[in-house]
Nanobody
Framework: QVKLVESGGGLVQPGGSLRLSCAAS????????MAWYRQGPGKERELVAGITGDITNYADSVKGRFFISRDRARKTVYLQMNNLKPEDTAVYYC????????????WGQGTQVTVSS
C-alpha cells in the first residue's frame, strides 16, 4: 500500500509565501509523475504543477510564482508558492503516479491554503 502525507498549508496574507510538501511511502519501486492539483470553492479540480524527471509544467495562472521540485531519495515533492493571491485559495492535493511495482495513481488527503488579509 502507498501513503501520501501532505503538509505546509495554512493562512497567509496576499503577497506571502508557503511551501507544501508531500511525502510518499510504502511499496514504491519507481515514481513517474508527481504533481499538485487544487480545488477552489465552487471550482473544479485543476492541475497546478507537475514534474517528471527534471521536466516541469505549470498552469498559466501560477507561472513565475510557483515552483515544483522533488527529492527522489525521500520520495517527496514540494510546491514553493510565492506572491500568493486570494484566487490561489483552495485545497491543494498531491498526486503521485507510481510506475513500479505496478502502475497506480495515488492522491493525498489535501491541505487547505487560504490567502486573505
Amino acid at each position: 500500500q502507498v501513503k501520501l502525507v501532505e503538509s505546509g498549508g495554512g493562512l497567509v496574507q496576499p503577497g506571502g509565501s508557503l511551501r507544501l510538501s508531500c511525502a510518499a511511502s510504502g511499496n514504491i519501486f519507481s515514481i513517474g509523475i508527481m504533481a499538485w492539483y487544487r480545488q477552489g470553492p465552487g471550482k473544479e479540480r485543476e492541475l497546478v504543477a507537475g514534474i517528471t524527471g527534471d521536466i516541469t509544467n505549470y498552469a498559466d495562472s501560477v507561472k513565475g510564482r510557483f515552483f515544483i521540485s522533488r527529492d527522489r531519495a525521500r520520495k517527496t515533492v514540494y510546491l514553493q508558492m510565492n506572491n500568493l493571491k486570494p484566487e490561489d485559495t483552495a485545497v491543494y492535493y498531491c498526486n503521485v503516479v507510481v510506475i513500479a511495482p505496478m502502475r497506480s495513481d495515488y492522491w493525498g488527503q489535501g491541505t487547505q491554503v487560504t490567502v486573505s488579509s
